[in-house]
């Protein structure tokens, strides 16, 4: 059964920096497309951002030039960098794999509670 597991959230001020993290077990991580999403109070889970299983990435353009994903395959893990945070950054942040349907591959994790405010 894959597990998900989320970290590196808190709470920043505007302008500051972020690092998550989500470790994926249960599957073979390499051979899969990932995604980071987010979910803000109150709104629908939305795109962040994703990156192949070799490496191509793509974000959203309310990400785009602040946001860097990476991935360890090696390590089962997936990064998302976070710079230049705005308050409307604020969200629960998960990664999965996406796929063509509505949902993602995987059930979904915990999530990492990010915050901007100052």
């Known amino acids: 059964q894959v597990q998900i597991v989320e970290s590196g959230g808190g709470l920043v001020q505007p302008g500051g920096s972020l690092r998550l993290s989500c470790v994926v077990s249960?599957?073979?991580?390499?051979?899969?497309?990932m995604a980071w999403y987010r979910q803000a109070p109150g709104k629908q889970r939305e795109l962040v951002a994703t990156i192949a299983g070799q490496g191509g990435t793509h974000y959203e353009d309310a990400v785009k030039g602040r946001f860097s994903i990476s991935r360890d395959n090696a390590k089962n893990t997936l990064y998302l960098q976070m710079d230049r945070l705005k308050p409307e950054d604020t969200a629960v942040y998960y990664c999965?794999?996406?796929?063509?349907?509505?949902?993602?591959?995987?059930?979904w994790g915990q999530g990492a509670q990010v915050t901007v405010s100052s």
């Open positions: 999965n794999a996406p796929t063509t349907a509505q949902d993602p591959l995987w059930p």
């Open positions: 249960g599957s073979i991580f390499s051979i899969y497309g």
